[in-house]
Protein backbone atom coordinates (compact mmCIF):
# COMPACT_ATOMS: atom_id res chain seq x y z
CA UNK A 1 0.00 0.00 0.00
CA UNK A 2 1.34 3.64 -1.45
CA UNK A 3 1.51 6.01 1.23
CA UNK A 4 1.02 9.61 0.05
CA UNK A 5 1.46 12.70 1.95
CA UNK A 6 0.40 16.22 0.78
CA UNK A 7 2.00 19.10 1.80
CA UNK A 8 3.20 23.09 0.77
CA UNK A 9 -0.66 24.17 1.25
CA UNK A 10 -1.06 27.69 2.71
CA UNK A 11 -3.03 31.13 2.25
CA UNK A 12 -2.11 33.35 -0.17
CA UNK A 13 -3.30 36.56 -1.96
CA UNK A 14 -5.51 36.23 -5.35
CA UNK A 15 -2.82 36.04 -8.42
CA UNK A 16 0.07 34.53 -5.57
CA UNK A 17 1.80 31.36 -6.08
CA UNK A 18 2.30 28.05 -4.28
CA UNK A 19 4.06 24.74 -4.63
CA UNK A 20 2.74 22.11 -3.50
CA UNK A 21 4.30 18.36 -2.90
CA UNK A 22 3.30 15.01 -2.67
CA UNK A 23 5.45 12.26 -1.66
CA UNK A 24 4.81 8.90 -1.86
CA UNK A 25 6.49 5.38 -0.36
CA UNK A 26 5.82 1.78 -0.12
CA UNK A 27 5.51 0.91 -4.05
CA UNK A 28 7.99 1.67 -6.87
CA UNK A 29 6.55 4.82 -7.38
CA UNK A 30 8.14 5.70 -11.06
CA UNK A 31 5.80 2.51 -12.61
CA UNK A 32 2.08 5.21 -12.32
CA UNK A 33 0.56 7.97 -13.13
CA UNK A 34 0.29 10.83 -10.78
CA UNK A 35 -2.54 13.08 -10.31
CA UNK A 36 -3.53 16.09 -8.57
CA UNK A 37 -7.00 16.29 -7.47
CA UNK A 38 -8.97 18.90 -5.28
CA UNK A 39 -12.11 19.41 -3.09
CA UNK A 40 -13.83 22.95 -2.11
CA UNK A 41 -16.02 23.51 0.61
CA UNK A 42 -19.79 21.62 -0.14
CA UNK A 43 -18.51 20.01 -3.70
CA UNK A 44 -17.04 17.07 -4.54
CA UNK A 45 -13.55 16.51 -5.56
CA UNK A 46 -12.46 16.88 -9.02
CA UNK A 47 -9.18 16.44 -10.49
CA UNK A 48 -6.99 19.13 -11.35
CA UNK A 49 -3.78 17.41 -13.05
CA UNK A 50 -2.25 14.39 -14.16
CA UNK A 51 1.43 13.07 -15.12
CA UNK A 52 2.50 9.87 -16.82
CA UNK A 53 5.08 7.65 -15.48
CA UNK A 54 7.73 8.86 -17.55
CA UNK A 55 6.61 12.33 -17.96
CA UNK A 56 5.69 12.35 -21.51
CA UNK A 57 2.43 12.70 -21.24
CA UNK A 58 0.25 15.24 -19.12
CA UNK A 59 -3.07 16.93 -18.62
CA UNK A 60 -4.69 19.69 -16.91
CA UNK A 61 -8.13 20.29 -16.18
CA UNK A 62 -9.35 23.28 -17.99
CA UNK A 63 -10.11 25.43 -15.20
CA UNK A 64 -6.11 25.68 -14.37
CA UNK A 65 -5.07 25.21 -17.55
CA UNK A 66 -2.20 28.07 -18.14
CA UNK A 67 -1.80 28.22 -14.67
CA UNK A 68 -0.43 25.31 -13.03
CA UNK A 69 2.35 23.17 -13.81
CA UNK A 70 2.45 19.64 -12.96
CA UNK A 71 6.02 17.57 -12.91
CA UNK A 72 7.72 14.98 -11.03
CA UNK A 73 10.98 13.69 -9.80
CA UNK A 74 11.37 9.69 -9.58
CA UNK A 75 14.20 9.93 -7.79
CA UNK A 76 13.00 11.50 -5.24
CA UNK A 77 9.55 9.74 -5.45
CA UNK A 78 7.47 12.99 -5.22
CA UNK A 79 4.75 15.17 -7.62
CA UNK A 80 4.74 18.47 -7.38
CA UNK A 81 1.91 20.95 -8.19
CA UNK A 82 3.13 24.91 -9.39
CA UNK A 83 0.08 26.74 -9.00
CA UNK A 84 0.00 30.77 -10.32
CA UNK A 85 -1.62 33.27 -10.64
CA UNK A 86 -4.25 31.91 -8.26
CA UNK A 87 -7.98 32.53 -7.90
CA UNK A 88 -9.98 32.64 -5.10
CA UNK A 89 -12.04 29.79 -6.78
CA UNK A 90 -8.62 27.42 -6.16
CA UNK A 91 -9.50 27.18 -2.60
CA UNK A 92 -9.46 23.62 -1.78
CA UNK A 93 -8.06 20.67 -0.04
CA UNK A 94 -5.79 19.43 -2.69
CA UNK A 95 -4.75 15.70 -2.64
CA UNK A 96 -2.74 13.37 -4.45
CA UNK A 97 -3.20 9.85 -5.97
CA UNK A 98 -2.16 7.59 -8.66
CA UNK A 99 -3.81 5.53 -11.05
CA UNK A 100 -2.29 2.74 -14.27
CA UNK A 101 -3.15 5.55 -16.92
CA UNK A 102 -4.21 9.32 -17.35
CA UNK A 103 -7.63 7.71 -18.82
CA UNK A 104 -8.40 5.93 -16.05
CA UNK A 105 -7.60 8.43 -13.44
CA UNK A 106 -10.01 11.30 -15.14
CA UNK A 107 -12.16 8.43 -15.16
CA UNK A 108 -12.56 8.48 -11.72
CA UNK A 109 -9.58 5.81 -10.70
CA UNK A 110 -7.56 6.40 -8.19
CA UNK A 111 -5.05 3.67 -6.57
CA UNK A 112 -4.86 4.28 -3.05
CA UNK A 113 -6.42 5.83 0.35
CA UNK A 114 -6.81 9.47 0.11
CA UNK A 115 -4.21 11.31 2.43
CA UNK A 116 -5.11 14.07 4.67
CA UNK A 117 -4.26 16.21 1.80
CA UNK A 118 -3.11 20.08 2.15
CA UNK A 119 -5.35 23.24 1.78
CA UNK A 120 -5.05 26.08 -0.07
CA UNK A 121 -6.75 29.36 0.76
CA UNK A 122 -6.83 31.90 -1.98
CA UNK A 123 -7.95 35.18 -0.62
CA UNK A 124 -9.62 38.04 -3.01
Do not use: H
Not at 79 to 89: A, D, G, H, I, S
Request: overall charge neutral.
Amino acid sequence: QVQLVESGGGLVQAGGSLRLSCAASGRTFNRYTMGWFRQAPGKEREFVAAISWSGGSILYADTVKGRFTISRDNTKDTVYLEMNRLKPEDTAVYYCNEDFTIATMISGGALDAWGQGTLVTVSS
